[in-house]
């Protein structure tokens, strides 16, 4: 396993010196160190850093914050400040990067490991959730329904192509933030219309709610789409009430009840057949093969099922999921994964690994987990 490579940029040769043999002695590679902000460019590109030392208060006409926020825009670096004693218009500039860490001057060996490690941790787990969300966001983009993802405050979080479609071709970016109420209004069957404070409510008291024969009421133009919605608490691993999830289904398509047209739980009830099931894509039924099962991951109110060549969402809880799959196979080993034993290439302590993804182990789950085990 390669070194992690970290680029020091301090202007102080001394400091940046003993930085730099601290950081060797810790069993870091430091390549190279750099004194301003051209040098500092050049070593990015030469070196290809996995983490960056910025002395904050940098000489010369762009200072470290300069330094970090080019290295926000152009890579994926975590970076920790360099400060002594920095005025307060600084900080807020520099907080502003979202550094990684701080370290004060002067420091000893055992405050600069502890601030590299806490650096790299964070950022690892960081990258995890950015990837998490990214497949997630893909996945939702793909459904052909409108999908409205909120905080507990309904402003949006989240927005799919269909959803900006029937807005009016509002761009994502543009969304996000917005009170999803700004966007649409909810009327349900006889004229009765669901309130922002009636939507919160119900979907915080019942967790999921839905009817059919409604409109979506397009607050661009006024218009009224007649559909099938659904709404969804969507909640923390603690049970904690995070916002709400609203997807909007044609009217015309009633081959399933508007609960179930993000790839429903109901899809699957009695449809593991042998060495398969079915889950919905687009308008169709996919049959997924159980040998091609990588793992399946809760997410929210929804479930992501990885497979060799594709991924597929379905709106279901673990649980159902769970007791849908054939106990032999298949195996929950924590409250967000449920795996394939067989697909198990390493383990450790604490996690598993299926081809790169690591798996972690709860510890609810490990004894149960350890006894399907085969061990010499």
Not at 141 to 148: P, R
Not at 149 to 173: F, P
Request: charged share 25%; hydrophobic share 40%.
């Amino acid at each position: 396993m390669s070194k992690t490579r970290i680029l020091v940029v301090e202007d102080e040769s001394i400091v940046a010196k003993d930085i730099q043999r601290t950081l060797e002695k810790l069993g870091y590679d430091v390549p190279a160190t750099a004194s301003s902000a051209a040098s500092a460019y050049e070593k990015l590109e030469e070196v290809e850093p996995d983490l960056v030392f910025l002395d904050v208060k940098l000489k010369g006409e762009q200072d470290g914050v300069h330094i970090a926020e080019h290295i926000k825009d152009r890579y994926d670096i975590p970076v920790i400040f360099l400060t002594s004693f920095v005025d307060q218009d600084t900080i807020d500039r520099a907080k502003v990067t979202e550094p990684y860490g701080y370290l004060v001057k002067p420091f000893n060996e055992g405050d600069l490991k502890t601030t590299v490690e806490m650096a790299l941790f964070k950022f690892s787990k960081d990258r995890e959730l950015r990837l998490s969300e990214q497949r997630l966001s893909n996945a939702l983009g793909k459904i052909e329904n409108a999908v409205f993802v909120t905080d507990q405050d309904l402003r949006l979080n989240y927005i799919n192509e269909k959803a900006l479609a029937i807005c009016g071709g509002l761009s994502g970016m543009d969304s996000i933030g917005l009170d999803v109420y700004s966007l649409i209004g909810i009327e349900k069957e006889g004229g009765v219309i669901i309130s922002k404070d009636d939507l919160k409510s119900i979907v915080v008291r019942d967790n999921v709610f839905s009817f059919s024969n409604a409109y979506v009421i397009i607050k661009k133009d006024n218009s009224n789409i007649p559909c099938n919605i659904t709404a969804s608490a969507v909640r923390d691993e603690k049970d904690n009430f995070l916002g709400v999830a609203i997807v909007i289904t044609d009217a015309a398509d009633n081959s399933a009840p508007a609960a179930a047209q993000v790839a429903p739980s109901t899809i699957m009830d009695n449809q593991v057949v042998q060495n398969s099931f079915f889950v919905k894509k687009g308008s169709m039924l996919v049959k997924v093969y159980l040998d091609n099962v990588q793992w399946i991951q809760a997410m929210d109110n929804y479930v992501i099922i990885q497979t060799n060549t594709d991924q597929f969402i379905i709106h279901s809880t673990m649980k159902d999921v769970e007791m849908k799959l054939p106990s032999s196979k298949f195996l929950r080993v924590h409250r967000s994964f449920i795996i394939p034993l067989e697909k198990i290439t390493v383990l450790d302590e604490n996690s598993v690994l299926i081809g790169d993804k690591t798996i972690p182990i709860g510890k609810s789950y490990k004894d149960v987990f350890m006894s399907r085990l085969n061990f010499l």
